[in-house]
């Protein structure tokens, strides 16, 4: 992360991770260094790659054998030993890849330096190949077969086709194989597509899965995966994801329903519909009906739904089942290289989120569930919005989730939330460090993320 946006970062933690807490970093080392640790969490990937197995036409086990075969042969370039494929213990659709080197210490830099930006850089610590339009600079005599260093521009300072060495802040990603030239990327009129640079020595030892068995298998965090799970879609329901892009928990909902019944995907932006469709195509799964719609706008008192279609608005009590996964700040993602976001940016996501909630509670039926979840570690987008929902709405009541795979919820002291209450929710803290081992430690070792379960009482 950018030294000149870690200060602010971390204060935007002490204000909205712990609210009513006084330290400040001028005061409390303590504090300072607590949230400065659990920033260095965040800007590393997790030690696991987990997949989603389609288990609507696909074996898990067949998969896992299929997977290990083709990391087998991804492996012979790379210097560290082939890792073996799992399965979860718990969720039965999901397969687990261990990284072999979780710091990075070992791997040093050749002399040739390539720059790519903030977004690529992600990527590859994510185990992805570099594409060609991340390139932001590269070496005047780089040719096809030589290696490179793999650095990313933190703080996007980088102008594209750079030749020197660069000096801004950078973060060392690894060493590749250059597959193009720095005239294929920078200097021809056509403007380049495809992988530029196969990595083959990652700081992070991530399996690159891109294009890999995309019909069978779907990369997914597994807290993502579990908020699937907790919705328990069964065949034949209505259900309705609220916010659905890029799909993935949409296309889960579907294959748990075993493409029958009605599934809704609404998402504002018409391009991330068509990302909707396409990843429900890659795995043949034609229930969902997606559109481009505002989901705050999504129900109407004298809407009627139309015989073959699913257009929104929808009248309520309309779903059976509900999934939430509210636009938020984002701060649980892994791995962060950069963050920009400001306090008003933080608080501009409650009032949001509490407006899809409040559709949402009017779209469900009676006896209906709806799952709230974010990818979020702030305590107001999570905790506070349930403490929120309860006090809001009385015939919405928190109900046990299945799986329970994280911890329970966050306390604080502007909460009235009861320990009862606090442990039916479900939270996802990579700097919480589990050292019991009854616990698998990839259930841990997540990105931040939060699951909330509401049943609507039949007392409307």
């Known amino acids: 992360m950018c030294n000149n946006n870690i200060c602010a970062a971390l204060n935007l933690f002490l204000s909205f991770f712990f609210p009513l807490q006084k330290c400040h970093l001028s005061t409390s080392k303590s504090c300072s260094k607590s949230l400065e640790e659990l920033l260095t969490i965040l800007s590393r990937p997790p030690a696991y790659t987990v997949l989603r197995v389609n288990t609507l036409y696909y074996d898990r086990q067949e998969v896992k054998q299929q997977l290990q075969q083709v990391l087998s042969k991804q492996y012979e370039n790379r210097k560290h030993s082939v890792p073996s494929v799992e399965e979860h213990n718990e969720l039965s659709d999901t397969l687990i890849i261990p990284s072999q080197n979780v710091d990075g210490n070992d791997v040093i830099p050749v002399a040739n330096e390539v ?3 903030s977004l690529c850089a992600v990527a590859v610590l994510r185990g992805a190949d570099i594409f060609a339009p991340g390139v932001m600079g590269a070496p005047v005599a780089m040719q096809v077969g030589d290696t490179v260093a793999v650095y990313g521009d933190l703080c996007g300072q980088c102008r594209r086709g750079y030749t020197q060495v660069f000096a801004g802040e950078k973060m060392f990603l690894g060493n590749g194989n250059a597959l193009m030239s720095r005239s294929q990327l920078f200097v021809e009129t056509e403007k380049p597509s495809g992988v530029a640079i196969k990595m083959t020595e990652p700081i992070f030892d991530c399996p690159s899965l891109n294009s890999v068995l995309t019909d069978r298998i779907f990369l997914q965090n597994l807290p993502s995966i579990v908020a699937g799970h907790v919705v328990n879609p069964q065949p034949g329901d209505m259900v309705l994801d609220m916010c659905a892009a890029p799909g993935g928990k949409t296309t889960h909902l579907a294959t748990l329903m075993q493409n029958t019944g009605v599934l809704v995907a609404l998402d504002k932006s ?6 909707i469709q ?9 229930m969902v009906k997606s559109y481009a719609y505002d989901s705050t706008k999504s129900c109407k008192p004298h809407a009627q739904l139309v015989e073959g279609t699913w257009n929104p608005p929808y009248p309520p009590g309309t779903f059976d089942r509900i999934l939430l996964d509210a636009p938020c700040s984002g701060l649980g993602q892994r791995p962060q290289i950069k963050n920009n976001i400001t306090l008003k940016d933080l608080q501009s996501y409650p009032p949001y989120q509490r ?3 409040a559709t949402a509670v009017e779209l469900l039926k009676p006896g209906g569930i709806l799952v709230y979840s974010t990818c979020t570690i702030t305590i107001e987008e999570n905790e506070g919005l349930v403490q929120w929902a309860l006090n809001t709405f009385p015939d919405m009541q928190l109900a046990p989730q299945i799986p329970h795979l994280g911890g329970s919820g966050m306390s604080s002291p502007d909460l009235t939330l009861t320990d009862t209450q606090l442990k039916l929710l479900q939270r996802f803290n990579p700097s919480i460090v589990m050292t019991t081992s009854s616990v698998p430690k990839y259930n841990m070792d997540t990105i931040g993320f939060f699951v909330a379960k509401f049943v609507k009482q039949n007392n409307r």
């Open 355 to 357: 407006k899809l909630f």
């Open 270 to 275: 018409a391009g991330k519909i068509k990302r």
């Open 278 to 286: 396409e990843n429900a195509a890659k795995l043949k799964l034609d």
């Open 115 to 117: 720059i790519v930006d």
